[in-house]
Nanobody, 121 residues
């Protein structure tokens, strides 16, 4: 079973930076898309950014120019560099991956457990 483990969340002041990491493991043949979602209290989970195996990226409008998503295909790891953080970026950030397993080349669609990001002075 594919597992995603996130790290890098925490408390940061407005204007500060954080870097999230997410490592996937567990019988992976290939990961087509890796991404980050977030969910603030009382709100729906929303896409922050995603990146394909070929390096194509997509960002939610409010984070464009401030966040950068990248991935290391050899390590099955995705990163989210977050700069110029704002209080409205406060949320639980979830890693997401879609791909094929090694065994029988089955589709997988996996989520991480979430990491809290709090932007506050």
């Amino acid at each position: 079973q594919v597992q995603l483990v996130e790290s890098g969340g925490g408390l940061v002041q407005p204007g500060g930076s954080l870097r999230l990491s997410c490592a996937a493991s567990g019988g992976i043949f290939t990961i087509n898309v890796m991404g980050w979602y977030r969910q603030a209290p009382g709100k729906q989970r929303e896409l922050v950014a995603h990146i394909t195996s070929g390096g194509n990226t997509n960002y939610e409008d409010s984070v464009k120019g401030r966040f950068t998503i990248s991935r290391d295909n050899a390590k099955n790891t995705v990163y989210l560099q977050m700069n110029s953080l704002k209080p409205e970026d406060t949320a639980v950030y979830y890693c997401h991956a879609v791909g094929l397993t090694s065994f029988l080349r089955r589709d997988f669609d996996s989520w991480g457990q979430g990491t809290q990001v709090t932007v506050s002075s």
